[in-house]
């Protein structure tokens, strides 16, 4: 898949710089030619030879050589590439791709190019979940940016979360589905998943038995029609798919913000089960048991309506695709509701305890349009999400 193209890699600076080597060898083993370019810090980590023996070509660390300035250099090696990867991306090089600076070679190619890029953020667990790093990825996303990773893991400073620059591995599949063509190639396209828990007190929450399995499969099979996808997943049971962009969020009210942050889009499709109500006197503190056999009042309040909000506002994808599961009634139901949200599609699944499918392998749904219902039948998830796929893509053109 990767055969003929050329991925210009940058090595940011951070111990995890050393997995930059093994993506290299992963990308030529693939066929593919690799241009490494190795910032000031990263030169703290990796050598320039060990990146130019394994790459077998030369490795551009400066700004102004005269031999390639002559030639605008920065410029045709921004352009001769089909992808520009950052592994690791450090804060400082989000910062800068974030603002638009270019105060060395790295930063002036990333903001020299016409090509996609992808990073593979990687920094301190308070670096990442600082304001200004969260304000700057979600700048990035918004202008095209894939990204890998980071993961949560122990980290070289002895803290554990969030920040792990992601395997070579992953980030290799990430650049196979970046440079895959497809039917969707060139478009966005945003995917909610998963459930939503909304807290009572710190150590407890209101939930609903979604697994994430369809969201998750229709993700897949988007990126692998070639779209970039935005997988904006609550607390799943399953691992989110490779080479999407992940955003993971726990109530409903953040997966609202994360929606809103992801477009614009060209397609949406709203797999998640988002919980309808929030406890609005949830406990800063664990409720406990007074002995007067009286259970705490709890009261609700209305969650966000992401999906009438997507259909609705002033972003709206060219396709809003919802999810109805319902216990009774199943296409009377979900055709109330596509109008009512707004939207263009719904796909609506009776998930009543007989069928097994709420949190099982295998879904039954009716695709609910304005030219009426289409009963489909009953098929693996995964199937379930190469048929939707295709259908995006077709609506699409």
């Not at 030529?28 to 050598?47: D, H, I, Q, S, Y």
């Not at 940016?145 to 792990?164: K, Q, W």
């Not at 969707?184 to 807290?199: D, F």
């Not at 069928?355 to 998830?381: C, D, F, H, Q, Y």
Request: net charge neutral; hydrophobic share 50%.
């Amino acid at each position: 898949m990767l055969i003929g193209k050329r991925i210009l890699l940058i090595t940011g600076g951070g111990i995890a710089a050393y997995k930059s080597l093994e993506l290299i060898r992963l990308l030529r083993k693939a066929g593919a030619a690799v241009t490494p370019v190795l910032t000031r810090a990263g030169a703290e980590f990796v050598t320039p030879l060990s990146l130019s023996a394994l790459a077998g070509e030369r490795v551009y660390q400066e700004l102004f050589d005269l031999t390639d300035e002559a030639e605008m250099g920065h410029i045709q090696l921004s352009r001769s590439a089909d992808l520009l990867v950052v592994a690791p991306a450090t804060a400082d090089l989000m910062a800068k791709m974030a603002t638009g600076r270019a105060d060395d070679l790295a930063s002036t190619l990333l903001l020299a190019t016409d090509k996609r890029v992808l990073i593979a953020p990687a920094m301190n667990l308070r670096m990442w979940t600082h304001p200004a790093t969260q304000r700057n990825l979600a700048q990035l996303r918004q202008d095209g940016v894939l990204i890998s990773g980071p993961d949560a893991g122990e980290m070289a400073c002895g803290e554990f979360g969030p920040g792990r620059l992601a395997e070579p591995a992953e980030i290799f599949r990430a650049i196979e589905a970046a440079l895959t063509d497809g039917p969707l190639k060139g478009r966005h396209v945003l995917v909610t998943s998963g459930p939503t828990h909304e807290p009572i007190d710190p150590v407890r929450y209101i939930a609903n038995r979604s697994s994430g399995a369809q969201g998750t499969a229709i993700a897949a099979a988007l990126r692998d029609l070639g779209a970039r996808v935005t997988f904006v997943t609550g607390p799943a049971s399953l691992a989110p798919p490779e080479g999407v962009d992940v955003v993971r969020v726990e109530t409903a009210a953040e997966m609202a913000d994360a929606v809103q942050a992801a477009l614009p889009a060209d397609a949406a499709v709203m797999a998640a089960a988002v919980a309808d109500w929030r406890v609005a006197n949830a406990g800063a503190q664990k409720m406990k048991k007074d002995g007067s056999g009286q259970a705490p009042a709890l009261l609700f309040a209305e969650n966000p309506d992401i999906l009438a909000r997507v259909s609705k506002g002033a972003n709206r994808p060219q396709l809003v695709v919802g999810f109805a599961a319902e216990t009774e009634t199943v296409v009377a139901h979900a055709t109330a509701k596509r109008l009512r949200k707004g939207c263009d599609w719904i796909l609506a699944n009776d998930v009543s305890p007989a069928t097994g499918i709420m949190g099982g392998t295998e879904n039954a749904v009716v695709l609910i349009s304005e030219a009426g219902a289409e009963t489909w039948p009953r098929m693996a998830k995964a199937e379930v999400a190469r048929q939707l796929a295709a259908r995006i893509a077709a609506a699409l053109g």
